[in-house]
């Protein structure tokens, strides 16, 4: 059994937004054993989300489409959506009154005409309750096939397929068992790692798959199964870990199941009860939204700095102007005190700095675009790395944060 | 005419990665008046693949693919784009020595045989040569088609694209003008704002599109037209615009394309010599990174702290402990000092502050979950906002971020 999804919007094929719509929704329908076959993102206009409804539903039993649902003239899915059904639109009472139950408790005004319209649903369909919207989702079937239409707007089209439309599939269908167990390693290229587990990577049965997904300094290796038996899935995919890891040691740093690597290193700080500080310069605050993003990350993350102006640095975080005349604010000597001295200021057990130019023309300092020095201060002492991440000034950015990542994960472990 | 994008590959099919390839492409066809048309995401899967590119040549005239390229086992696109031709792959020697050089560059080894492996293409190919990495992009044509295949890697693809691909397209056909002008409003929902502007609406010209995004306390506006001729285009919206504008002064900040808010912030400060400092608390880095992310941030973005831990707001900043242990951390009280503090502190014209319960749990204060007090301090004096941004926590942060910035350019407009 599968799924596809259809994002309707011709927002998605201007490039103007990012469709992350779909991604949640692959997630979610894989972890209750459906798979996605195809992803779609078609225009707002009628002909075209006919077709594609059409053409989903010849090669899956469940489609899925989000977008177009809004109270405004562009919004054409419900009555398209209608009229592939050769339905006709009602108005729903309890859509009704949702609709001035939300706008008297949120809004403080009453409805206007549009929102109102929100409530016209196809005679046909199911109605499903949008618990942060005045758009309901609707539930439409037809020759085995099952069609959901949600809205876009990300955290409505959460809540109604966290609280209606996954219970109803779970309910309907009897699905496989999907297990995917994602290996996260830092510090070695895709052929680098595919060389190294060649032999491995041959003996593995055909009904487990192995994907390499590279990005800026890490690689991760998913592995994927799928059937009846959980346990026995489960135990065959760890089973071929077992046998991997050995090969991998130096660069695997944990699974992406288990959360992040920010999500890791929280996890061991906190059960030690230690604590964690930030000097980022170059990086802005990349780190700590890293950290704060993550609930609990007040048990062992006690904030951060971020001297952006040079004469910050001395201020702020009392590193040395005579180091920073010296050596130029960009410097092994620079990434070492700030380190140091922000551990010292927050008090903290360990600290990361970050210092470099991230582009795209020179700064403060005569250092290259690219250039970036990371601090990892511990309670054994400090190290700094230099490294060079190229002239795009976001993926310097990334590539810095994650490489502090990686660092600061290596010496907590050594100590 | 008009183009597809084919994104190749499971990883976006089960979710683990968003794809932002296809918005990237979308945008960049769009700036020289090529349609995307449909964006369809398939598995490595080889049938799947071989369908997805007859039906789009179908359709469109121009076929984009990206992933699947990789040294890898799990790449299958090359084999399957070449079979798709009747095609058979050769060394092509111009990429092997690619390859060797980037190896002596960069990795500072020789190259794997799998790396090697990347230098074969279909023997019909036009070979586009990949700045950044060892999988070529591969350009072939057939019945008035063309069939460009492009890495996954996205600055690998990026490249590409600007390299070879835009120009090549340029050259080839006769495109029609696009325009899109997206106004950016804070504070007004998209009916509210669709009654307001309604009879506007409905005078628009058929050959003007207007949609509404709406996102997290924003609503963006686009109006988007096509034509031969580029200054008739231009003038038709930008007439339409003027007179669209004066319904929204309370609302409009700024055209997207002249910049996000927090650019054309940066560049109001730049201008006046001005600048500014911030005090995070619940948003971690949120708003220093969205500052940090533009080139130029260091001319009026002097840094920020983020006293995450309630002590650093007393030793670091100042906030007075006697006011967080009668108002609570999360307060008016503790916001309007945190702005102060921090904006003398860093000695700047402006500054940000933020305290709030990003959740999901209570901290160390007693607000409920989604209460953030920003406060913004300006030459005139303070002013702190009190929000309930919900229980999602990337939610709330992003919530107060975008609050921030809407508040602060309305106080520095009013100085």
Redesign the interface.
């Known amino acids: 059994m599968q799924a596809e999804i259809v994002t309707i ?12 719509n ?9 972890n209750i054993g459906i ?10 206009e009628r002909q ?1 989300i006919l077709e ?1 409804l059409h ?1 989903a539903s010849g090669r899956s039993q469940i489609v899925i489409l989000t977008g177009g649902l ?6 054409i899915t419900k009555q398209t959506f209608c009229d592939y059904f050769e339905d006709t639109l009602i108005e729903n009472q309890a859509v009704v009154d949702k609709i001035h139950d939300l706008f008297e408790t949120h ?1 403080k005004r009453k ?2 005409p ?2 109102l319209t929100q409530a016209l649903v196809p005679t046909k369909a199911t109605v499903l309750d949008n618990s942060f919207g005045t758009a309901p989702g609707m539930w439409m079937e037809r020759d085995g096939t099952v069609f959901i239409s949600l809205p876009g ?1 990300p ?1 409505e089209m959460k809540a109604l397929m966290e609280e209606q439309v996954l219970p109803r599939l779970q309910k309907k269908y009897k699905r496989p068992f999907i297990y ?1 167990r ?1 290996l996260l390693t830092y510090g070695a ?4 790692i ?2 190294r587990i060649e032999a491995w ?1 041959e003996a593995l049965p055909s009904y487990i ?7 800026l300094g890490r690689v ?1 290796l ?1 592995l ?1 199964a799928k059937g009846d038996n959980k346990q026995q899935v489960i135990d065959t995919v760890e089973a071929q870990i077992n046998n991997l890891l050995p090969m991998l040691e130096d660069i695997f740093v944990g699974f992406e199941e288990e959360g992040s690597l920010a999500q890791t290193i929280g996890g061991i700080l906190t059960d030690r009860g230690q604590s964690l500080s ?1 000097a ?1 310069s ?8 890293t ?3 993550n ?1 609990g ?2 048990l062992f ?9 040079t004469h ?1 640095k001395v201020s ?1 975080l009392g590193v040395s102007k005579e180091i920073i005349e010296t050596h130029s604010v960009v410097s092994e000597a620079v990434a070492e005190q700030m380190a140091l001295k922000v551990k010292k ?2 008090n903290t057990d360990y600290a990361i700095s970050t210092t470099g130019n ?4 020179l ?2 300092s005569d250092a290259e675009v690219g250039i970036v020095y990371i601090g990892i201060a511990s309670p054994a002492g400090v190290l700094v790395e230099r490294h060079q991440f ?1 002239k ?4 310097v ?1 990334q590539r810095t944060a994650n490489k502090a990542l990686e660092l600061l994960r290596k010496e907590i472990l050594k100590n």
């Open positions: 919007g011709d927002e998605i094929l201007i490039g103007q937004i990012v469709d992350t779909s991604a949640y929704i692959a997630t979610a329908l894989n798979d996605v076959y195809q992803i779609t993102s078609v225009q707002d075209h594609s053409q809004g109270p405004t003239k562009d919004d809004v409805p206007l549009a929102n707007v955290y995917h994602t290229g895709e052929s680098q595919a060389h990577e798959k192995l994907a390499y997904l590279p990005s991760r998913r994927s930030l980022e170059c990086t802005g605050g990349r780190i700590a939204l950290f704060v993003s609930a990350s007040s993350f006690k904030g951060g700095v971020t001297p952006y102006a910050m702020l200021l927050f991230a582009g795209p023309s700064g403060d190229g795009n000034r976001e993926k950015i």
